[in-house]
């Protein structure tokens, strides 16, 4: 689950981490303003929702700041550079 957020041209990205596929724990749950690194914000071992809901208030963070948020199920990570291809 991934809340993207846009003000003014700018994007945001609210991402719920699930190291486990299928499973709701253990997740965590990250931010990332444009070109700038992956911030780790929370994480849960054992608390079903902990992420969701973590995630969903600093969303409403966000928009409380101007932003416009959206959730989304899935956005495509970045592609990684292939310097192997010439």
Known sequence: ???????????RLITVVYDIQGSNVPCEVTYQKEDESLQGLWRAQNTEGYCEGKAAEFAQKQESWGWQCEMVEDVPAPAAEDNTAQ
């Open 1 to 11: 689950m991934t809340y993207v957020c846009t003000k003014d041209g700018k994007e």
